[in-house]
C-alpha cells in the first residue's frame, strides 16, 4: 500500500486557514485518499475522503491534483478546538483494505 | 447513535498474564477493525472482520494474539501471554460498507509490567 509523508508539526493561529499536504508518490489506481483527525486520549475521526480534483463538506476541503501524487487538507479559519494529530491515508476503499499504517500525522498547535 | 465502545479504557497487567479486550461496533456495522499504537509508533492495523468472519489477519503481531466476533456482533482481542513489547493503545473501528468512512472508539490503555 502507498507510503504517506506528512509534515510532522505545524503551527497556526485563531482564523487562519491551514493547509496540510501529504505525499504519496506510489499511489494505485484503485486508491482513495482518506484524512482523519485525532485528539489526545480518543480514537481517530473521519474528516474528509476523495479520490481526484476537490472534495469539500461542513469541515474541511480536499484539494488533489492530475497526478493524485500528493494531497492537500485544507482547514478554514481553524480555531483552538482544531489543535489535534492529523493523519492522511492512502488505500482501496472499495476492496475494505485499509491502509496498514497511519503513517507519523501532522501535530497541528493552533495559538490564540 | 451510540458509538464504538471499548472496554476496558485501560488495562494494567503483569508480563505472562492474560487479557481481554472487547470492542462493541455501532449498531449494523458488518466490518470491524482492530488497530494499534505500541509506544512511540505509528497506529498499525491489526485485523478486519466482515460479519463473524476474519476478512484480512494479515497484522496480527503473533500467535499470542487471538480475536474473535462470535455472532457478529462484538468483539473479543485477547492477548495471552503478554509480554511488555504489547503495551500500547489498542482501537476498535467499525463501518457498515467496505468503502465508508471508519468510525473509531476511544481505545483501550494496555500496560504490561
Known amino acids: 500500500l502507498a507510503k504517506t509523508t506528512q509534515p510532522i508539526s505545524m503551527d497556526s493561529y485563531e482564523g487562519q486557514e491551514v493547509n496540510i499536504t501529504c505525499s504519496h508518490n506510489?499511489?494505485?489506481?484503485?486508491?482513495?485518499i482518506t484524512w482523519y483527525q485525532q485528539f489526545p486520549s480518543q480514537g481517530p475521526r473521519f474528516i474528509i475522503q476523495g479520490y481526484k480534483t476537490k472534495v469539500t463538506n461542513e469541515v474541511a476541503s480536499l484539494f488533489i491534483p492530475a497526478d493524485r501524487k500528493s494531497s492537500t487538507l485544507s482547514l478554514p479559519r481553524v480555531s483552538l478546538s482544531d489543535t489535534a494529530v492529523y493523519y492522511c491515508?492512502?488505500?482501496?476503499?472499495?476492496?475494505?483494505?485499509?491502509?496498514?499504517?497511519f503513517g507519523s500525522g501532522t501535530r497541528l498547535q493552533v495559538q490564540p | 447513535e451510540a458509538g464504538v465502545t471499548q472496554f476496558p479504557s485501560h488495562s494494567v497487567i503483569e508480563k505472562g498474564q492474560t487479557v481481554t479486550l472487547r470492542c462493541d461496533p455501532i449498531?449494523?456495522?458488518?466490518?470491524l477493525y482492530w488497530y494499534r499504537r505500541v509506544m512511540g509508533k505509528e497506529i498499525k492495523f491489526l485485523l478486519h472482520f466482515v460479519k463473524e468472519s476474519k476478512q484480512d489477519e494479515s497484522g496480527m503481531p503473533n500467535n499470542r494474539f487471538l480475536a474473535e466476533r462470535t455472532g457478529g456482533t462484538y468483539s473479543t482481542l485477547k492477548v495471552q501471554p503478554a509480554e511488555l513489547e504489547d503495551s500500547g493503545v489498542y482501537f476498535c473501528?467499525?463501518?457498515?460498507?467496505?468503502?465508508?468512512?471508519?468510525?473509531f472508539g476511544s481505545g483501550t490503555q494496555l500496560s504490561v509490567l
Open positions: 491515508l492512502v488505500g482501496d476503499s472499495r476492496t475494505g483494505r485499509r491502509a496498514l499504517t
Open positions: 449498531s449494523g456495522h458488518d466490518n
Open positions: 473501528a467499525s463501518s457498515r460498507d467496505r468503502g465508508e468512512k471508519l468510525f
Open positions: 506510489n499511489i494505485a489506481t484503485n486508491d482513495y
